[in-house]
T-cell receptor
Framework: GQNIDQPTEMTATEGAIVQINCTYQ??????LFWYQQHAGEAPTFLSY??LDGLEEKGRFSSFLSRSKGYSYLLLKELQMKDSASYLC????????????WGLGTSLAVNP | DVKVTQSSRYLVKRTGEKVFLECVQD?????MFWYRQDPGLGLRLIYF???????EKGDIPEGYSVSREKKERFSLILESASTNQTSMYLC?????????????FGPGTRLTVT
């Protein structure tokens, strides 16, 4: 079967660093996405990884290890506005337009 | 900027009614998707379309149908609404077919069926 696992909830302090993990088992792999979703709003795209390694984009970085079926999203210098749900999604191989979605990790940033 | 709009933010319908949810994107994207999102169940794909008049079932198509008569518009139809279809409905679009371009989401429609 196809499966994506993320922690359900995480808590962190303003100004700190937090790492949100995502492990996946899918039939084929053609990229992994991270999305941010604030309560009551639509998901917005954060990052995309298809090759192993770290992609940095401002305060946010995303890492991928294809051999381990593992990714993480790293958020630095946390701000209160980073309180949101973070969704991991994987695209399978081939001409498959669908994404396989994790259930999301709800991050609470406390002052 | 890509813009995906949905016809209503909130909708209340009665059991048995036929419900239409409309989605429009303005970036000439080939792919359009309809999801529902429920607490503890995450995003679940209902249907998607990769071209005008083309559609494919997602993971939970039962009780739903779709229509894509124009490239920019993708409609979700609940033929006979039931209370278990109360949910947040999200439309998304993406560019291209073979490349895994990111999906852009509309603001969502919170549907309540009473």
């Amino acid at each position: 079967g196809q499966n994506i696992d993320q922690p359900t909830e995480m808590t962190a302090t303003e100004g700190a660093i937090v790492q949100i993990n995502c492990t996946y088992q899918t039939s084929g792999f053609n990229g992994l996405f991270w999305y941010q979703q604030h309560a009551g709003e639509a998901p917005t795209f954060l990052s995309y990884n298809v090759l192993d390694g770290l992609e940095e984009k401002g305060r946010f970085s995303s890492f991928l290890s294809r051999s381990k079926g593992y990714s993480y999203l790293l958020l630095k210098e946390l701000q209160m506005k980073d309180s949101a749900s973070y969704l991991c999604a994987v695209k399978g191989a081939g001409n498959n337009r669908k994404l396989i979605w994790g259930l999301g990790t709800s991050l609470a940033v406390n002052p | 900027d890509v813009k995906v709009t949905q016809s209503s933010r909130y909708l209340v319908k009665r059991t048995g009614e036929k419900v239409f949810l409309e989605c429009v994107q303005d970036m000439d994207h080939e792919n359009m998707f309809w999801y529902r999102q429920d607490p503890g169940l995450g995003l679940r794909l209902i249907y998607f379309s990769y071209d005008v008049k083309m559609k494919e079932k997602g993971d939970i198509p039962e009780g739903y149908s779709v229509s894509r008569e124009k490239k920019e518009r993708f409609s979700l139809i609940l033929e006979s609404a039931s209370t278990n279809q109360t949910s947040m409905y999200l439309c998304a679009s993406s560019l291209g077919t073979l490349n895994p371009y990111e999906q852009y989401f509309g603001p969502g429609t919170r549907l309540t069926v009473t």
